[in-house]
C-alpha cells in the first residue's frame, strides 16, 4: 500500500491568501484525521471522518479552518484567509476503526505563512 | 483541559545505555496508552501500546504503565543511533474511543 499520500509537501503563502491541503487516505480505512504540529502546542487533532462524515471538528482553531471529504479517498483542509500563525506542520492520518489508538500518518505538509 | 506532559529533553544516552522515558497525565479516567516515535522531519509512527497496570515488552523496548500515579514511561534498552528521534506520549481521552491527547515529546539522542 502507498500509505498515506498528502499534498503539497511544502507552501509557502502570504498572509490572507487561500491554502489548500489535500489529503489520500490508506484505501480501505473508514476513519481520517487532520492534525496540526506546532513547537508551542505540539500535535492537535483538528477534525476527524467516519466513512466521510465529519464528526467532530471540536479541534478547528476558528471559522478561517473548514475541512470535506467529498468521498472516501480524499480530504482536503482548506485555511481561507491564512494567517501567519497558522504556520505548522499539518497532518493527515487514517486508520481502519478506532481501536488500538493506531493512526496512520501522512508525511505532511509544511505551512509557512509570511 | 487534558494534559499530557513529558520532559522537551534533549536525552542523551550513549550507545548500549538504557533511555528512559517519561510521561504523565491528568485525565484519570484514561485507558489507553501509546509512545510514538517520530524522526526529525518525518511523521508519528505507532511503536507501543499499553493498556494494564505493569510492563509490556515488545523486543527492545518495553513500555510501563502506573494508573494510581498516572504515569508511563518507555524504556529503550541497548539504544542504537537509529533510535534517535522525539518520542510521543499518548493518551486516549477517558470516555472517548477516538480522542488521542499527545504530549509535545522528548527528544533522544543516541551517541556511538
Known amino acids: 500500500d502507498a500509505g498515506v499520500i498528502q499534498s503539497p509537501r511544502h507552501e509557502v503563502t502570504e498572509m490572507g491568501q487561500e491554502v489548500t491541503l489535500r489529503c489520500k487516505p490508506i484505501?480501505?480505512?473508514?476513519?481520517l484525521f487532520w492534525y496540526r504540529q506546532t513547537m508551542m502546542r505540539g500535535l492537535e487533532l483538528l477534525i476527524y471522518?467516519?466513512?466521510?462524515?465529519?464528526?467532530?471538528d471540536s479541534g478547528m482553531p476558528e471559522d478561517r479552518f473548514s475541512a470535506k471529504m467529498p468521498n472516501a479517498s480524499f480530504s482536503t483542509l482548506k485555511i481561507q484567509p491564512s494567517e501567519p500563525r497558522d504556520s505548522a506542520v499539518y497532518f493527515c492520518?487514517?486508520?481502519?476503526?478506532?481501536?488500538?489508538?493506531?493512526?496512520?500518518f501522512g508525511p505532511g505538509t509544511r505551512l509557512t505563512v509570511t | 483541559q487534558k494534559e499530557v506532559e513529558q520532559n522537551s529533553g534533549p536525552l542523551s544516552v550513549p550507545e548500549g545505555a538504557i533511555a528512559s522515558l517519561n510521561c504523565t497525565y491528568s485525565?484519570?479516567?484514561?485507558?489507553?496508552f501509546f509512545w510514538y516515535r517520530q524522526y526529525s522531519g518525518k511523521s508519528p509512527e505507532l511503536i507501543m501500546s499499553i493498556y494494564s497496570n505493569g510492563d509490556k515488552e515488545d523486543g527492545r523496548f518495553t513500555a510501563q504503565l502506573n494508573k494510581a500515579s498516572q504515569y508511563v514511561s518507555l524504556l529503550i534498552r541497548d539504544s542504537q543511533p537509529s533510535d534517535s528521534a522525539t518520542y510521543l506520549c499518548a493518551v486516549r481521552d477517558g470516555g472517548s474511543n477516538y480522542k488521542l491527547t499527545f504530549g509535545k515529546g522528548t527528544l533522544l539522542t543516541v551517541n556511538p
Open positions: 471522518f467516519n466513512n466521510n462524515v465529519p464528526i467532530d
Open positions: 484505501s480501505g480505512h473508514d476513519y
Open positions: 492520518a487514517s486508520s481502519l476503526g478506532l481501536a488500538g489508538g493506531q493512526r496512520y
Open positions: 485525565d484519570r479516567g484514561s485507558q489507553s
